[in-house]
């Protein structure tokens, strides 16, 4: 921020706060304790603009007067802008519409709700609506837009450094490690070998194909009577896209997934239950499991590396915020 942002004491990056504190260590510990209290408390908030605005009002009421209201200064992060403060209102709508559009990621499997999550919590982030405390309301957010979709999401089991990572790629339209940290946080999960996995998709594959052909002639009726959306025609491309991949004919075919972990070395990896008595969401489970155990084997290695390098080399770590680039479309935070 610029030094005479307004939130701040003059010639000072300390926010102003309703005590009045000054040293950022002290207002820290302050803001921690009163969040930290207000959490505890925390009642259930409508899935929309004005819900996201009264979470924020509860968790930050005890620290700054503008508690709940929308930044009025634009933000940016290592020169990376958020979007610009006059279209923060008209896109946070927009953004629940298009939740509203999916049934709120309702009826869907763990799995899937990962993904359509992880699409939603990297559109808020660009959007970025306050002028401060956004990702605590967007992880708290997150939890019980997970509660309301009949998931449980344990906040406990996050990790820094995917969560952070897979925002940052999110905003450059890969989703996949966000996608990864979501689902990390999903319960419950079992353990499965990949020699298990194998057997496991060979006796769900006919079924679960079947599951998608009954599912395309269905979508592709609606369409030709005319009932179809921008909605029903991507379902329409993931349905085809997953039949690929399971019929082994897609870049990510489900054999050659589970080739590629064995290489790795992955003997096992957590796997999140699907619908009950769906043997498609049944094998997209396993698929996901040993997608999610490869790259995030592969993430933890390649961040390992920058650590080392940057430590040899005195290279300042890599920072935990994320931004996202104006000059990104943004009209539509659904896109």
Do not use: C
Not at 116 to 138: D, K, Q, S, T, Y
Not at 312 to 323: F, G, H, L, Q
Not at 324 to 332: C, D, G, H, M
């Amino acid at each position: 921020m610029a030094s005479n942002d307004p939130y701040t004491y003059p010639d000072s990056d300390v926010l102003k706060n309703r005590r009045g504190i000054q040293s950022p260590e002290a207002l820290q510990n302050f803001e921690w304790m009163r969040t930290v209290r207000r959490s505890l408390d925390l009642p259930g908030f409508p899935l929309s603009a004005r819900g996201i605005q009264a979470m924020h009002h509860h968790l930050f009421q005890d620290v700054y007067e503008w508690a709940g209201k929308f930044r009025t200064v634009n933000m940016s992060k290592d020169g990376e802008a958020f979007l610009h403060k006059d279209q923060v209102a008209e896109a946070l709508t927009a953004r629940f519409q298009h939740l509203r559009w999916h049934n709120d990621l309702k009826g869907l499997s763990a799995d899937r709700f990962a993904r359509g999550a992880a699409e939603h919590i990297a559109e808020l982030n660009h959007i970025h609506p306050f002028r401060e405390g956004n990702g605590r309301v967007m992880k708290l957010h997150l939890e019980q837009l997970a509660e309301q979709a009949g998931h449980t999401l344990d906040l406990t089991r996050i990790e820094a450094g995917p969560w952070n990572r897979g925002s940052k790629a999110a905003l450059n339209n890969d989703e996949r490690l966000l996608t990864h940290a979501i689902a990390s946080m999903m319960t419950p999960q079992r353990t499965v070998t990949v020699e298990q996995a194998v057997r496991e998709s060979a006796e769900l594959r006919k079924a679960a194909v079947s599951e998608i052909n009954d599912k395309i002639l269905e979508t592709q009726s609606s369409i030709q009577r005319g009932k179809g959306s921008t909605v029903t025609t991507r379902s329409l491309r993931d349905l085809r896209d997953e039949l690929a991949v399971i019929e082994g004919t897609g870049r990510g075919g489900l054999s050659r997934v589970f080739g590629i972990a064995a290489d790795a070395g992955i003997e096992s990896f957590s796997v999140l239950t699907g619908r009950d008595g769906s043997a498609r969401d049944a094998l997209y489970a396993l698929g996901r499991g040993v997608v999610r155990g490869v790259e995030l084997s592969e993430d933890k290695r390649a961040a390992a590396s920058l650590t080392n390098t940057q430590a040899a080399t005195s290279v300042i770590n890599e920072p935990e915020a994320t931004t996202r680039p104006q000059s990104k479309p943004s009209a539509s935070p659904g896109s």
